[in-house]
């Protein structure tokens, strides 16, 4: 202590000051200071996430806050569908995948991406490949292209639209991994009619995906494979692998910092937070580094995570998706990364179906309990990165939720959409519990109109209104 304060002029004098004041005085002023840091620590709420107040119009769901109880569906009382501070605007379909983008070209056409197959090529006999929705009036979506290049027919969770350089990109994937051809459109100039730029074996192996914010860098991400691989899209019609690594360990969704420097990885280990600055300047040869890792009590699948600032503080959320019934069923936190060295999971959101103690008596709704279903969170998305004071999440069978994330240590649910069950179409391939719903898309925003745009599995694609809950607007 001594040789820091005798650092500079200004820290000696401090250093003469304190040792000026009288003992006693020290020990009063530590012990407050002490103090005012204990009260300001927060505690981390286990759950459930306070329930949203529903405006006019609402369909509340009847029970506990998220369930899709047998009771409902024997009542006829799901058929109407479950809506709070949300209504339907439009919708496109039967089938929906992972993933839906929104995007304005240069020419002010308004368009929706959107994987179509939860699972190739079992489901494409229904669905296949990349859907591209003409949103020039959300409540009539039109078809304009079906993209089945090899990556966009089973890109599984990988699409991904880089809006700075209207580059819309997948990796050919599966649930395990799959020979890592990646495809990259340029949706800029008319976003209805995408132009393959390339499609090239340079992902390695693919399952899920991050893009450089700038949009020169597509990482492709193998869950079960465990390779992660950047890859150079400096030239769309030549895109070239530069970095991959085998020995992070099993790497599902993630993302990146505003400038590239700072990779964000969804691991089955918990949160790695990698050091891409390298790779980012385009170093040969580049070096990347761990500089911290994360793990939480009730972790099941880590799934994606996504970097946001509120009042110019630094955070991510992360989804973690599946967990059929256990304890550990997956749901949403908040980390701090302030301090990236040392992230802390802040607050968690969770509804009443995930937790543990309400397992028990809702193991019998229709897919509650399935392996790849249940009550579990999958994917979020934030209409901006800085404020964004909205997060909209899919909960497989809980549909869509919105929570008011303003105060990042204490969200609570603002609205939710689950719409009726499908009813099975005769002679189509059986799922387990075809009836019920199957969200699991990264939702997309329309913040001129007020938008929020997700898919669900076994419904289709759907343009929601957000009613009554604080949503931003463009430009704001």
Known sequence: MKGFLAATPFKRSAARRWKALPLSLIVFVAAGAAAVSAQTTPTIYAGPTPRATCGSGALP?????????????????????????????????DR???????????????????????LFPKDAVQ????????????????????????????????????????????????????????????????????????????????????????????YSSS??????????????DLSKPIWFDNTIGKIH??????????AYLATRAGLVILDTSQVQHRVPNPVVRQVSTLTWPTQSTPQITIPITVKNHRFLVEIDEFGGGSAKIGAARIIDIADDRNPKVISNIRLEVNMPENQADQANDPGAT?????????????????NPTILACTFILSGLRLFDIRDPYHPSEAGYFNPPPRKVI????TQADPVTNYAMSKPAFDLRRGQVWYTDGNNGFYALKVTHAHMPTAGN
């Open 61 to 93: 769901e009847t029970g506990r806050q998220g369930r899709y109880p047998q009771s409902d569906i024997d009542s006829g009382r799901a058929a109407l569908g479950y809506q709070c501070n949300v209504a339907q605007v439009g919708h496109f379909g």
């Open 370 to 386: 399935t392996t790849f279903r249940g009550y579990a969170g999958h994917y979020c998305a934030v209409p901006r990165e800085v």
């Open 223 to 236: 869950l079960d494979g465990g390779f992660i691989t950047a890859i150079d899209l400096s030239n769309p």
């Open 253 to 262: 969704g993630l993302s990146l910092s505003d400038d590239g420097n700072r």
């Open 96 to 118: 929906g995948g992972y993933k839906v983008e929104h995007y304005v070209d240069k020419a002010g056409h308004e368009c929706a991406y959107y994987d179509t197959t939860l």
């Open 426 to 429: 005769p002679g189509a391939p």
């Open 127 to 218: 669905a296949a490949g990349v859907n591209v929705l003409d949103m020039k009036n959300p409540a009539h979506p039109v078809l304009t292209a079906n993209l089945t290049t090899p990556a966009m027919l089973t890109p599984h969770e990988s699409v991904l639209l880089n809006q700075k350089r209207g580059l819309l990109v997948a990796v050919s994937a599966n649930p395990a991994f799959y020979p890592g051809l990646v495809d990259v459109y340029d949706v800029s100039g008319d976003c209805r009619h995408p132009v393959l730029r390339s499609s090239l074996p340079v992902g390695t192996l693919g399952h899920e995906s991050g893009f450089a914010p700038d949009g020169n860098t597509y």
